[in-house]
């Protein structure tokens, strides 16, 4: 089945409490200004990118990307927020399906959690995108959203699964260093799709099932479905 098209960084909504009684118009110019600056931190990163360049991406003037969204921080700020919540509420949901399935079949929760992560990144691209940049220290003063953003979501993934096989019977399940497990994840996950070779979608998930099976000590796609048969 072919993939679907990555979505484009407009489609993340936008914050609860994003400026209430804004009016329809100023809410659009603040969308727009909000994707554009998506795009440009995503292809050339906060450091490479002008608030004149988000303006004319956006077709606004200067004053008017400021009076809507403040200064470049302002701005950075708010993309790494979105892309953080649409990140969590799509972990919330996975590591829940996660913890239904794992008591009874701990390949099949590891390998759908794993799904959703790549799909999701595969689906919004400019998220590990951004995150890509920061690792190679651009926007390097914001140095709190690893820790207020990342390190929650890795924390929260690690614990999960440590439980969920710590729970299963004994040599049910052989984890090494779970949480490295899960930067491993990330790290692939993340330059996979940012490469030339995203077309070997069916080719990667393949692999990354068996890497993450291996390292938690759960067997192979292959094996578990032939136990499973």
């Known amino acids: 089945m072919p993939e679907s098209p990555p979505a484009s960084p407009a489609a993340a909504p936008a914050p609860p409490d994003a400026r209430r009684g804004a009016s329809p118009a100023a809410d659009a110019s603040r969308e727009r200004i909000i994707a554009a600056a998506t795009a440009l931190f995503a292809d050339h990163g906060y450091d490479g990118t002008s608030t004149r360049r988000i303006a004319a991406e956006a077709g606004l003037n200067m004053a008017t990307v400021a ?30 399906t996660f913890r239904t399935l794992a008591p009874t079949d701990p390949a099949a929760a590891v390998t759908g959690l794993l799904d959703r992560y790549l ?29 207020s953003y ?27 260093d779970i949480e490295m497990t899960v930067w491993t994840v990330l790290w692939t996950t993340h330059g996979f799709c940012r490469s030339v070779v995203r077309a070997e979608v069916p080719r990667f998930r393949a692999h990354l099932r068996g890497l993450v099976l291996r390292d938690l000590g759960l067997g192979t796609p292959a094996a578990n479905a032939r136990e499973r048969g």
């Open 119 to 147: 799909d999701f990144c595969l689906d919004q691209p400019h998220i590990p995108a951004l995150w890509m940049r920061r690792w190679l220290a651009d926007a390097a003063e914001f140095e709190d959203l690893e820790g």
């Open 150 to 176: 990342a390190r929650p979501l890795i924390e929260s993934v690690r614990d999960t699964v440590a439980g969920a096989l710590a729970a299963l019977p004994d040599g049910a399940a052989a984890p090494a």
């Open 67 to 96: 009076y809507h969204v403040g200064g470049k921080p302002d701005l950075y700020r708010e993309v790494m927020l979105r892309a953080h919540l649409a990140e969590q509420r799509v972990l919330a949901d996975a590591l829940g």
